[in-house]
C-alpha cells in the first residue's frame, strides 16, 4: 500500500527570507512565527526575514529552522487535508517530525531546540571541534579507517557518497588525510561552530536529557523515526532518551529512508528550506516520488501531484 512521509531538513538549509510568504500570506503561518517569538523572548520574523548575523548561529538556527518548518506543515496540511503515515527529520528536523507525529506540542519543540542549540553551542568552545563532509566513499571504508583513529566518528550517514565525519579539529583533519589516502575522492571541512554529533557533545546530550523532563511527550499518532536507531518509534517511553543519544549520535538518515521505503513510503514530503534530503534521496532510491514545500505556491502544485499520482 501506498505511503506518505513527511521529512523535514536540518541545519544548514536555513537562508533570510525563509518562509515569509507562509508568515504573510496565511494567518496560521504567522500564528506559528508570533508564538515563537512569545515564547523565547525575541522577533523570529526579524531574525528569519531581515538579514543579520544571528540566523547561522546555532542557538538561534535551531528554533528558527523548527518554527519555519512547522509553520509551513501545518498550512500545508491545513489547505490540503494531506496528512502523513510517518514522519522523520535531519538532525534538529527530528523535533518538526515530532510534532508531526503528535509527540510534542509545536510550542515544546521550539522552546526545546531552542535550548538544545544554545547547549550544543555551549559544549565545545570555538575552534576546539570541527566537521567534514567526506564525498565518494563507502561508509563501510570509512568506518573502518576510523576505528583506529581517537576522538573522531561518522557524524551523517546522509546518503551513498556522502558521509559527514566529526570530532576534535585536529583528529578530524587527520582522518581528512588517511581517508583521502584510502580512496576518497574529496574530504570538505564544514563551516559549523562545533562537533556536532559526536561523543564531544554527550554532556549537551545530558543537559538536554534534564531539559527534556519538564516536557510533556505523547504515544505518537503516526510512527516517526529516530535518527539514533534509523527505526519507528511507536512508544511514547523511548522519546526522550533517543533525543538525550542523538546530540552525540550518528545521524543514521540514509538508513532511515531505507527502512521507510521498505515499509511501503513511496512518496517523500520535504517540508522547509532548501532541497537538500531531495538531493540525499537521488542518491538512496531514485524510484520513489519526492516533493518539496519550501513556497506557498508549492503548497498547492503539490496536491496536485499526488492528486495525479
Known amino acids: 500500500m501506498s505511503k506518505i512521509a513527511f521529512i523535514f531538513p536540518g541545519q544548514g538549509a536555513q537562508y533570510t527570507g525563509m518562509g515569509r510568504d507562509f508568515y504573510e500570506q496565511t494567518e496560521t503561518g504567522r500564528k506559528v512565527f508570533d508564538q515563537a517569538s512569545e515564547l523565547l523572548g525575541f ?17 538561534y538556527t535551531q528554533a528558527a529552522m523548527v518554527t519555519t518548518s512547522i509553520a509551513m506543515m501545518k498550512v500545508f496540511t491545513e489547505r490540503t487535508g494531506i496528512r502523513p503515515d510517518v514522519a522523520a527529520g535531519l538532525s534538529l528536523g527530528e523535533y518538526c517530525a515530532l510534532a508531526a507525529a503528535g509527540v510534542m506540542s509545536d510550542a515544546d519543540a521550539i522552546t526545546t531546540v531552542r535550548q538544545r542549540g544554545i ?161 540525499f534521496m537521488k542518491k538512496i532510491n531514485r524510484n520513489v516520488t519526492v516533493l518539496n514545500i519550501e513556497k506557498m505556491e508549492d503548497v498547492e502544485a503539490c496536491a496536485e501531484c499526488l492528486q495525479t499520482k
Open 119 to 279: 547547549l550544543m553551542q555551549q559544549a565545545v568552545p570555538v575552534g576546539i571541534g570541527s566537521m567534514a563532509a567526506v564525498l565518494g566513499m563507502e561508509a563501510s571504508a570509512i568506518e573502518e579507517v576510523l576505528a583506529s583513529m581517537d576522538d573522531v566518528q561518522i557524524a551523517n550517514y546522509n546518503c551513498p557518497g556522502q558521509i559527514v565525519i566529526s570530532g576534535k579539529k585536529e583528529a578530524v583533519e587527520a582522518a581528512a588525510e588517511s581517508l583521502k589516502a584510502a580512496g576518497a575522492k574529496r574530504v570538505i571541512p564544514l563551516k559549523v561552530s562545533g562537533p556536532f554529533h559526536s561523543r564531544m557533545l554527550t554532556e549537551a546530550g545530558k543537559k538536554l536529557g534534564q531539559v527534556l523532563e519538564n516536557v510533556s511527550v505523547s504515544k505518537p499518532q503516526i510512527p516517526y523515526v529516530a535518527n539514533v536507531t534509523a527505526q519507528y518509534v511507536t512508544d511514547a517511553e523511548s522519546v526522550k532518551p533517543l533525543l538525550e543519544k542523538q546530540v552525540s549520535s550518528s545521524v543514521r538518515w540514509q538508513q532511515s529512508v531505507e527502512m521507510m521505503i521498505a515499509d511501503g513510503v513511496d512518496t517523500f514530503i520535504e517540508i522547509g528550506p532548501g532541497k537538500t534530503l531531495s538531493g
Open 43 to 59: 522577533s523570529m520574523p526579524e531574525l528569519v526575514f531581515e538579514p543579520n548575523d544571528r540566523l547561522d548561529i546555532t542557538e
